[in-house]
Protein backbone atom coordinates (compact mmCIF):
# COMPACT_ATOMS: atom_id res chain seq x y z
CA UNK A 1 0.00 0.00 0.00
CA UNK A 2 1.57 3.51 -0.81
CA UNK A 3 2.77 5.69 2.41
CA UNK A 4 1.16 8.72 3.30
CA UNK A 5 2.95 10.87 4.99
CA UNK A 6 1.95 12.63 7.72
CA UNK A 7 3.21 15.82 8.30
CA UNK A 8 1.83 19.03 9.99
CA UNK A 9 4.57 21.31 10.50
CA UNK A 10 7.00 20.90 7.19
CA UNK A 11 10.82 21.45 7.06
CA UNK A 12 11.82 23.99 4.27
CA UNK A 13 14.54 23.50 2.42
CA UNK A 14 16.34 26.44 2.01
CA UNK A 15 17.67 26.88 -1.25
CA UNK A 16 17.38 27.45 -4.85
CA UNK A 17 18.74 24.44 -6.16
CA UNK A 18 16.38 22.21 -4.07
CA UNK A 19 13.48 25.06 -5.69
CA UNK A 20 14.64 24.38 -8.93
CA UNK A 21 14.65 20.48 -8.54
CA UNK A 22 11.34 20.03 -6.87
CA UNK A 23 9.92 22.94 -9.18
CA UNK A 24 6.31 21.76 -10.94
CA UNK A 25 5.51 19.32 -8.38
CA UNK A 26 2.17 19.40 -6.73
CA UNK A 27 1.11 17.55 -3.88
CA UNK A 28 -2.19 17.40 -1.67
CA UNK A 29 -2.66 18.46 1.34
CA UNK A 30 -5.74 17.60 3.85
CA UNK A 31 -6.53 19.62 6.74
CA UNK A 32 -8.65 21.75 8.67
CA UNK A 33 -10.34 24.91 9.37
CA UNK A 34 -10.46 24.54 13.75
CA UNK A 35 -8.69 26.99 15.82
CA UNK A 36 -5.42 28.31 14.51
CA UNK A 37 -5.24 25.50 12.65
CA UNK A 38 -6.05 27.20 9.19
CA UNK A 39 -4.10 30.19 9.45
CA UNK A 40 -0.92 28.32 10.15
CA UNK A 41 -1.50 25.96 7.49
CA UNK A 42 -1.81 29.64 5.11
CA UNK A 43 1.87 30.41 6.38
CA UNK A 44 3.38 26.94 6.07
CA UNK A 45 2.46 26.46 3.05
CA UNK A 46 3.28 29.82 1.04
CA UNK A 47 6.86 29.37 2.97
CA UNK A 48 6.95 25.63 1.66
CA UNK A 49 6.29 26.73 -1.70
CA UNK A 50 8.91 29.56 -1.60
CA UNK A 51 11.65 27.21 -0.50
CA UNK A 52 11.00 24.36 -2.30
CA UNK A 53 8.95 24.78 -5.48
CA UNK A 54 6.76 22.38 -4.71
CA UNK A 55 2.81 23.47 -4.96
CA UNK A 56 0.14 22.85 -2.46
CA UNK A 57 -3.16 21.70 -3.02
CA UNK A 58 -5.30 22.29 0.32
CA UNK A 59 -7.96 19.75 0.13
CA UNK A 60 -10.29 21.18 3.20
CA UNK A 61 -11.55 18.55 6.19
CA UNK A 62 -14.80 19.18 8.25
CA UNK A 63 -14.85 20.24 11.73
CA UNK A 64 -16.31 16.91 12.48
CA UNK A 65 -13.50 14.46 13.71
CA UNK A 66 -15.85 11.33 13.24
CA UNK A 67 -16.36 12.09 9.81
CA UNK A 68 -12.67 12.58 9.38
CA UNK A 69 -11.79 9.15 11.00
CA UNK A 70 -13.84 7.92 8.05
CA UNK A 71 -12.84 9.48 5.27
CA UNK A 72 -9.41 8.57 6.35
CA UNK A 73 -10.68 4.85 6.71
CA UNK A 74 -11.69 4.91 3.70
CA UNK A 75 -8.58 6.44 1.42
CA UNK A 76 -6.51 3.39 3.19
CA UNK A 77 -8.78 1.22 2.24
CA UNK A 78 -8.97 1.97 -1.21
CA UNK A 79 -5.09 2.26 -1.48
CA UNK A 80 -5.97 5.84 -2.81
CA UNK A 81 -2.82 8.50 -3.97
CA UNK A 82 -5.55 11.12 -3.71
CA UNK A 83 -3.92 13.00 -0.49
CA UNK A 84 -0.14 13.07 0.24
CA UNK A 85 -0.20 14.53 3.23
CA UNK A 86 -2.57 14.69 6.19
CA UNK A 87 -3.73 16.07 9.07
CA UNK A 88 -4.08 13.55 12.16
CA UNK A 89 -6.11 14.45 15.22
CA UNK A 90 -4.07 13.70 18.48
CA UNK A 91 -5.23 10.44 19.47
CA UNK A 92 -5.16 8.75 15.53
CA UNK A 93 -1.58 7.93 15.11
CA UNK A 94 -1.69 4.14 16.14
CA UNK A 95 -5.14 3.33 14.21
CA UNK A 96 -2.95 4.57 10.97
CA UNK A 97 0.38 4.08 11.13
CA UNK A 98 0.95 1.27 9.17
CA UNK A 99 0.13 3.22 6.32
CA UNK A 100 2.23 6.71 7.41
CA UNK A 101 5.93 7.13 6.07
CA UNK A 102 8.56 6.69 9.38
CA UNK A 103 9.79 11.13 9.77
CA UNK A 104 12.21 9.58 12.05
CA UNK A 105 15.51 10.33 10.24
CA UNK A 106 14.31 13.48 8.79
CA UNK A 107 12.65 15.33 11.80
CA UNK A 108 14.17 13.93 14.89
CA UNK A 109 16.13 16.91 15.41
CA UNK A 110 13.32 19.29 14.98
CA UNK A 111 11.44 16.98 16.96
CA UNK A 112 13.39 17.79 20.27
CA UNK A 113 11.53 21.48 20.31
CA UNK A 114 8.21 20.12 20.53
CA UNK A 115 6.64 18.77 23.91
CA UNK A 116 7.89 15.59 24.62
CA UNK A 117 4.51 13.98 25.17
CA UNK A 118 3.10 15.00 21.74
CA UNK A 119 6.67 13.86 19.96
CA UNK A 120 5.79 9.99 22.06
CA UNK A 121 2.23 10.07 21.40
CA UNK A 122 3.35 10.35 17.82
CA UNK A 123 5.95 7.96 17.92
CA UNK A 124 4.22 4.57 17.31
CA UNK A 125 6.83 1.06 17.42
CA UNK A 126 9.73 3.47 17.20
CA UNK A 127 8.47 5.21 13.84
CA UNK A 128 7.68 8.65 13.99
CA UNK A 129 4.61 8.64 11.79
CA UNK A 130 3.67 12.73 12.51
CA UNK A 131 4.76 16.12 13.91
CA UNK A 132 2.55 17.88 15.92
CA UNK A 133 1.28 21.35 13.97
CA UNK A 134 -0.38 22.81 17.22
CA UNK A 135 -1.10 21.58 20.76
CA UNK A 136 -4.30 20.94 21.96
CA UNK A 137 -5.08 21.52 25.36
CA UNK A 138 -8.25 21.61 27.38
CA UNK A 139 -8.91 25.78 28.15
CA UNK A 140 -11.50 27.80 30.27
CA UNK A 141 -12.19 31.14 28.07
CA UNK A 142 -13.63 33.37 30.48
CA UNK A 143 -14.51 37.54 29.74
CA UNK A 144 -12.28 39.46 32.50
CA UNK A 145 -14.71 42.24 32.35
CA UNK A 146 -17.41 40.41 33.41
CA UNK A 147 -15.90 39.00 36.22
CA UNK A 148 -14.84 42.62 37.12
CA UNK A 149 -18.38 43.74 37.04
CA UNK A 150 -19.87 41.17 39.42
CA UNK A 151 -16.96 41.18 41.78
CA UNK A 152 -15.09 38.58 41.01
CA UNK A 153 -11.30 38.89 41.25
CA UNK A 154 -10.15 35.90 39.22
CA UNK A 155 -11.52 33.23 36.73
CA UNK A 156 -12.96 29.89 38.94
CA UNK A 157 -10.38 27.21 39.93
CA UNK A 158 -13.31 24.57 40.75
CA UNK A 159 -16.16 23.48 39.66
CA UNK A 160 -18.22 25.14 42.11
CA UNK A 161 -16.91 27.95 41.49
CA UNK A 162 -17.76 28.04 38.18
CA UNK A 163 -21.54 27.31 38.61
CA UNK A 164 -21.85 29.41 41.35
CA UNK A 165 -20.15 32.70 38.96
CA UNK A 166 -21.74 31.33 35.88
CA UNK A 167 -24.89 31.68 37.16
CA UNK A 168 -24.61 34.77 39.01
CA UNK A 169 -23.31 36.54 35.77
CA UNK A 170 -25.82 34.82 33.99
CA UNK A 171 -28.60 36.12 36.33
CA UNK A 172 -27.51 39.42 36.28
CA UNK A 173 -26.37 39.38 32.57
CA UNK A 174 -30.62 38.59 32.23
CA UNK A 175 -31.39 40.67 33.91
CA UNK A 176 -29.99 44.28 32.10
CA UNK A 177 -31.97 42.54 29.67
CA UNK A 178 -29.62 40.11 27.84
CA UNK A 179 -32.49 37.40 27.97
CA UNK A 180 -30.60 34.63 25.80
CA UNK A 181 -26.99 35.39 27.96
CA UNK A 182 -25.70 31.59 29.27
CA UNK A 183 -23.34 31.40 31.57
CA UNK A 184 -21.20 28.18 30.16
CA UNK A 185 -20.78 26.83 26.90
CA UNK A 186 -19.04 23.49 26.11
CA UNK A 187 -18.99 20.35 23.74
CA UNK A 188 -21.67 18.55 24.50
CA UNK A 189 -22.50 16.91 21.25
CA UNK A 190 -22.08 12.88 20.74
CA UNK A 191 -19.05 12.77 19.25
CA UNK A 192 -15.33 12.69 19.73
CA UNK A 193 -15.14 16.45 21.29
CA UNK A 194 -17.85 15.56 23.62
CA UNK A 195 -15.96 12.62 24.52
CA UNK A 196 -12.92 14.39 25.24
CA UNK A 197 -14.75 16.90 27.34
CA UNK A 198 -16.03 14.21 29.50
CA UNK A 199 -12.79 12.85 30.05
CA UNK A 200 -11.93 16.43 31.31
CA UNK A 201 -14.32 16.33 33.52
CA UNK A 202 -14.19 12.46 35.22
CA UNK A 203 -10.33 13.29 35.73
CA UNK A 204 -10.99 16.46 37.35
CA UNK A 205 -13.56 14.33 40.11
CA UNK A 206 -10.64 11.47 40.56
CA UNK A 207 -12.13 9.32 37.89
CA UNK A 208 -10.46 7.18 35.29
CA UNK A 209 -11.12 5.65 32.01
CA UNK A 210 -9.23 2.09 32.35
CA UNK A 211 -6.85 1.09 35.57
CA UNK A 212 -4.44 -1.96 35.48
CA UNK A 213 -6.41 -2.81 32.50
CA UNK A 214 -9.75 -2.57 34.63
CA UNK A 215 -13.00 -0.41 32.92
CA UNK A 216 -13.33 2.14 35.80
CA UNK A 217 -15.84 4.75 34.39
CA UNK A 218 -18.60 3.29 36.36
CA UNK A 219 -16.97 4.93 39.43
CA UNK A 220 -18.37 6.74 41.76
CA UNK A 221 -16.32 9.91 40.74
CA UNK A 222 -17.02 9.31 37.26
CA UNK A 223 -20.84 9.00 37.88
CA UNK A 224 -20.48 12.59 40.03
CA UNK A 225 -18.91 14.28 36.90
CA UNK A 226 -21.41 12.92 34.78
CA UNK A 227 -24.05 14.26 36.83
CA UNK A 228 -22.78 17.14 37.18
CA UNK A 229 -21.90 18.34 33.82
CA UNK A 230 -25.88 16.71 33.07
CA UNK A 231 -27.29 19.20 35.74
CA UNK A 232 -25.17 22.36 33.43
CA UNK A 233 -27.55 22.15 30.85
CA UNK A 234 -30.69 24.28 30.56
CA UNK A 235 -29.38 26.05 34.40
CA UNK A 236 -25.93 27.60 32.99
CA UNK A 237 -26.07 26.33 29.17
CA UNK A 238 -28.12 26.03 27.07
CA UNK A 239 -30.41 23.43 26.07
CA UNK A 240 -28.74 23.59 22.60
CA UNK A 241 -25.11 22.31 23.91
CA UNK A 242 -25.51 18.91 24.02
CA UNK A 243 -25.57 19.53 20.07
CA UNK A 244 -22.18 21.89 20.30
CA UNK A 245 -18.95 21.16 18.93
CA UNK A 246 -16.02 23.19 18.68
CA UNK A 247 -16.92 26.12 16.89
CA UNK A 248 -20.37 26.07 17.73
CA UNK A 249 -19.05 26.76 21.65
CA UNK A 250 -16.36 29.23 20.71
CA UNK A 251 -18.68 31.28 18.30
CA UNK A 252 -21.62 31.59 21.13
CA UNK A 253 -18.90 32.68 23.58
Known sequence: MPEVPAVATVPAVSNAKAAQSYGGTTIRYYSGQIGVGAELDELLIERFTEETGIMVEFVPKSDDTTEDYEVYETLFAAQSPDIDVLALDVIWPASFAEHLVDLSEALSTPAEA????????NTIDGRLIAMP????????????????????DAPPATWDELESMALTIQEGERATGNANFVGFVFQGADYEGGTCNMLEWVASHGGSLIEGGVVTIDSPEAQQAMERAQGWV?????????SFREEDARELF
Not at 114 to 121: K, L, T
Not at 133 to 152: I, K, N, S, W
Open 133 to 152: QFGDFGMLYYRADLLETYGF
Open 114 to 121: HFPGIVEN
Open 234 to 242: GSIAPDTVV
